[in-house]
């Protein structure tokens, strides 16, 4: 089969799917992952799993009917994991130099594995050109910041911590065609899942619809299955003036097991709309109790480790 380091796709959303006017982050995640999968499981000649979705900002909103390219290409590779570069452009639509504008870029990494779903070497991946090598370079900086990043997410609070923030729990079973060999859920349904987990929490905070305008730094730590009992958790862990952070802990398992596993993590920032487009203020939430004062602690570390990558990879 030829292998291929670089895929574009296109893709198209309906109005009568986005009553809004906008494509939401949950459907653009997918997007993005089916492209970053197709470039992955293409260099590396096997079946490839999620294992973490770098940071999105939603720079610019993606309208509905109108045709999206994502454009996808290996920057990266490890022992058995595949870095891809992603990007989401809308070609008719020009920004003010004229060029397509583009709408948000990410980092996917994947890694392969066999049939039995066990982690299996990669052919490795080289630069060839010099920009291929500042890539590679800026690929092999955020991993280095994306250790950070997990370290800060995985732990949980205590399960009598005394938590006051807005929160949401939603409960169902994984039926989705979004699956992987094997009938494991894409990870981009999980992204899907935990924008709109982020969504309701958010939009029950500020009595308003909302919009991702940051998202993704997801760890996925587990696979779903078809038929897996999946609960998400979404909490208000800080507000600014005009946003809201909302920190989701996904979980699933048998339907019949007690306890689900964590599957992954993920912070997102959400807004409100005014009437010219721009962010709206927001309610105030004050962390009242110690347990809120350590979620939302560790949530801006995070924030600060997004702002410290950004800064690193535009170069200082």
Not at 218 to 228: A, K, N
Request: hydrophobic fraction near 40%; aromatic fraction near 6%.
């Amino acid at each position: 089969m030829p292998t291929h380091s670089s895929i574009a796709l296109q893709f198209r959303a309906e109005s009568y799917d986005h009553p809004d006017g906008s494509v939401d982050a949950g459907t653009v995640m997918t997007w993005i992952d089916k492209t970053a999968y197709a470039s992955a499981a293409s260099w590396s000649g096997t079946n490839v799993v999620s294992s973490y979705v770098g940071n999105m900002h939603f720079g610019n909103p993606v309208p509905v009917e109108t045709r999206v390219v994502v454009q996808a290409r290996v920057v990266l590779t490890g022992r058995t994991s595949v870095h891809v570069q992603t990007r989401v452009v809308l070609p008719d639509v020009k920004d003010a130099q004229g060029k397509a504008t583009v709408c948000t870029e990410c980092v996917m990494i994947y890694v392969a594995v066999d049939a039995e779903g066990n982690s299996i070497p990669v052919r490795p991946w080289k630069p060839e050109t010099p920009e291929e090598e500042e890539r590679q370079r800026l690929a092999q900086l955020r991993g280095s910041i994306r250790r950070e990043v997990e370290e800060a997410m995985i732990e949980a609070p205590p399960a009598t911590a005394e938590l006051t923030g807005e929160s949401v729990v939603l409960r169902f079973v994984a039926n989705t065609r979004e699956v992987y060999p094997g009938e494991k859920v894409q990870g981009g349904a999980v992204m899907r899942w935990i924008d709109e987990a982020a969504n309701v929490c958010a939009s029950r905070w500020s009595g308003k619809t909302v919009v991702a305008v940051f998202a993704g730094g997801v760890r996925f730590y587990q696979p779903v299955r078809v038929g897996d009992l999946v609960e998400l958790e979404a909490r208000l862990v800080h507000t600014s003036t005009r946003s809201m952070q909302i920190s989701v802990r996904a979980r699933s398992g048998d339907r019949r097991e007690r306890e689900p596993k964590l599957i992954a993590h993920g912070l997102t920032v959400m807004v409100t709309t005014g009437a010219d487009g721009r962010a709206a203020p927001v309610p105030q939430w004050s962390a009242r109790t110690e347990a809120d004062q350590d979620l939302e602690r560790r949530a801006l570390e995070l924030v600060g480790l997004r702002n410290k990558a950004a800064h690193e990879w535009a170069g200082g």
